[in-house]
Nanobody, 116 residues
Framework: QVQLVESGGGLVQAGGSLRLSCAAS????????VGWYRQAPGSQRDLVAE???????NYADSVKGRFTISTDNVKNTVYLQMHSLKPEDTAVYYC??????????WGQGTQVTVSS
């Protein structure tokens, strides 16, 4: 079973930057699609960014040009670099790993709070 451990959340002022990390317990990037969802209070969990096993990246329209997803195959870690943060980016961010048709693996979540 794949385990995902997130880090890097916190409190930042609007316009600031944060980098989230998600360390996987094994080498998965050649097989799994990986990435990040986020969930604000009272809202559904929405996709933020992902990298497919084939290396294609997808971003939510609201974060395009501000967030960048990347992977380190040596460290088995996926990153989400976030710039120009806005109060509406405030949410719990969840790392995931999935294969089509199977139940995805999730991290425990990390809180990102952007103050205005």
């Amino acid at each position: 079973q794949v385990q995902l451990v997130e880090s890097g959340g916190g409190l930042v002022q609007a316009g600031g930057s944060l980098r989230l990390s998600c360390a996987a317990s094994e080498s998965i990037f050649r097989v799994y699609d990986v990435g990040w969802y986020r969930q604000a209070p009272g809202s559904q969990r929405d996709l933020v960014a992902e990298i497919t096993s084939g290396g294609r990246t997808n971003y939510a329209d609201s974060v395009k040009g501000r967030f960048t997803i990347s992977t380190d195959n040596v460290k088995n870690t996926v990153y989400l670099q976030m710039h120009s943060l806005k109060p509406e980016d405030t949410a719990v961010y969840y790392c995931f790993a999935k294969i089509r048709g199977l139940t995805p693996y999730w991290g425990q979540g990390t809180q990102v709070t952007v103050s205005s």
